[in-house]
């Protein structure tokens, strides 16, 4: 199979509580940010699919039948659409269904949109049990666990194992916050100290109100489409080099390490055989990583080998993932802790930032030379990963 | 592009109010049906892929990330898997992004899992607001329309300009009834008459409680192969000729037409030329139909040109599609009406009639030489419709 899918253009809201718009309204934004950017190579309305990432659209707005519902709020009625979901890896999961589509040669377009609209739920309580509900609900969620106890445990079981310690995860927030001051998207384009982490209000200890990702309203969007054409739509296609998945039990008590993504594992090693990767250390330039909370993002590195088991706290302290440390670029966008984590939106998200990089258009946060990048996208406690590599 | 899929096997719960059992005990239950199936021939273990649809398991039951939640309860943990929703045609679209990923070449297998379990919300009136959240939320449902309203005024449009009646639509039910007595899986093995649907008490005029599908509980499975692996696992693999999809908009206010599913009209002429069909009426030779409502029947029939707007009324009273009627049978599992409808397994389920009827092990309600089968399954009021088409 030789289909080659490229990404050929973005759009994208801010990331934000966003009071004042509706589902539709941020499905609207973020697809006409895209459709302009083409407007004088290639009409809209001749995009062939549409495929939807969002959570959970039923809990937090009352509403289902998304793809029908999206399809129709960015003016492409008529055209097939589908809607995935797997946590808040679903903008991520709706990446790889359409880029199936594409190599499957039954569409020559696919538009992959992100959506989340978390605010319409007004109280905290009821926004946290559907966070929630991404874990087991017969036999986690039930029991009282929520998804941030749940990173909690597997914290704790990090500092237990390796010596990781608060200082390392604190250190995560700060850059990613510091990272988001220079995105216009981000929803908190404010800088935290280390010292402030570590002060911040408990939410699950060792994981403060700084260590977790907010509650955000947000799209992103992208269009993926073949080679041909490609390149009638952009000179500059950025080929999708690699679509993995890797998968765990769902529930926490059934996996063999609480301390290793075996997900993300999994994935990286098929994405790293599919973009003919020998070194991801060398060969990859940037990394947009699903930080969740703080301590995702330690193990989605440790899980991806950029690391080894232990080692990606001290490297986050000692500066190397800053967008200007020794080491590769981690969430220069801000990440999901302060960009925003519009559930649905992150994956897609991920992408997004990716391409502006890979195209020079990431203004004051530019990464020079971005010729391949990594997203890594986590369902939940990483049940489902996905990783998507990009390159030039 | 000549990859060619085949349906190889299945697996189905009956379909009821399963109060003993549990979202994961459901799945689990269909996809060892199919594992059994095959045993001999293929062990599950090398199935590589899972495809869940379902509609709203976050509302009705509490659990989100159903991809992996699914592959965790039939066995497949570390297989790559995403969750589908198109509001009640969620198997369907399971069915077409499993149809994508084989079609791509990422994969040899894939297990399509239907899965809804409605009976965990107990209250009626909830169920209800999970099944009219398919419609527009903001435009219809905030606005007091039901599902149930919403087809009402699609069939009083109907008998306005086509004199369909509700003998007709009666005539439906009955029908399907008289089909799911013979049904071992069907919710209602029960027939009821043209009379006692006419007098059942009043849902939303002129539909009455006996014109309209049911609060189920379900699962079904079916294993989708490539050519190569098809012929390994069965000797007599049914080929999938056409998936597709039609759309429209998602309110009913912002149609062309009340009394055409244009969605559907859409996909069956893309579906017919897929599968080389010059003559649907002389070259199918079963149908299942989405049943949602009465209406919803004659209205897919109309829409796939197996009759004329306005004639599926009087033909489905006459008995032509009747299993021993003189048309092409419509509904002999008892379809949604009777067979049941668990949202997320009925678009699968309707795959799983159609095997075992080309199978010949459709027991007592075996239709005989079926060679070519069409399924249709419809999102909320028809802003999404699939087609499958099956060949020998």
């Known amino acids: 199979m030789t289909n080659r899918v490229a990404l050929v253009a973005i759009g994208e809201t801010k990331y934000d509580e966003h009071w004042d718009y509706s589902l539709r309204d941020l499905a609207s934004m ?38 029908a519902f999206v399809a129709d709020a960015i003016g492409l009625t008529n055209k097939p659409s589908l809607r995935i979901e797997a946590a808040d890896a679903s903008g991520a999961a709706a990446v790889r269904a359409a880029y199936f589509a594409i190599k499957s040669g039954m569409f020559n377009t696919a538009l992959v949109l992100g959506i989340e609209k978390m605010t ?12 929630s509900s991404v874990l087991d609900r017969e036999w986690e969620e039930d029991a009282g666990l929520s998804l941030a106890a749940a990173y909690a445990i597997m914290a704790r079981k990090h500092f237990e194992t390796y010596g990781t310690t608060r200082e390392h995860l604190a250190a995560v927030s700060a850059k990613n916050h510091e990272h988001a001051v220079l995105n216009p998207n981000a929803q908190f384009r404010r800088a935290f100290s280390i010292e402030q982490v570590l002060k911040a209000t408990m939410v699950a200890e060792p994981l403060s109100l700084l260590d977790c990702s907010p509650t955000s309203d947000g799209a992103s969007a992208i269009l993926l489409a073949n080679e041909d054409l490609a390149r009638k739509i952009t000179d500059d296609p950025i ?39 020998a070194d991801p250390k060398k060969e990859i330039k940037l990394i947009e990583a699903h930080d969740s909370f703080t301590i995702t993002e330690l193990l989605a590195l440790e899980g991806l080998k950029i690391y080894e088991p232990g080692q990606a706290g001290p490297a986050t302290l000692a500066g190397e993932t800053h967008r200007e ?22 994956g897609v998200g991920q992408l997004v930032e990716l391409a502006l990089q890979m195209w020079g258009n990431a203004g004051e946060r530019q ?23 990009l390159s030039r």
């Open 120 to 131: 319409e739920l007004t109280v905290s309580t009821q926004i946290n049990t559907v966070q």
């Open 325 to 346: 440390g020794s080491g590769i670029p981690v969430n220069v966008s801000g990440g999901l802790k302060a960009k925003g984590h519009p559930l649905g939106a992150t």
């Open 239 to 277: 080929w999708i080099s690699a679509s993995a998945q890797g998968s765990d039990t769902i529930s926490l008590m059934a996996r063999d390490s609480l301390t290793t993504l075996k997900s993300v594992r999994s994935a990286a090693e098929d994405a790293y055989k599919q973009a003919k990767i």
């Open 367 to 389: 990464v020079d030379d971005v010729d391949r990048a990594l997203a890594v996208s986590i369902g939940g406690t990483g049940a489902t990963s996905f990783i998507h590599i």
């Open 30 to 67: 973020a697809a006409q940010k895209l459709y302009m950017s083409i407007f004088d190579r290639f009409d809209y309305r001749n995009i062939e699919s549409i495929f939807v990432g969002n959570a959970a659209s039923a809990a937090f707005t009352g509403q289902l039948h998304l793809n």
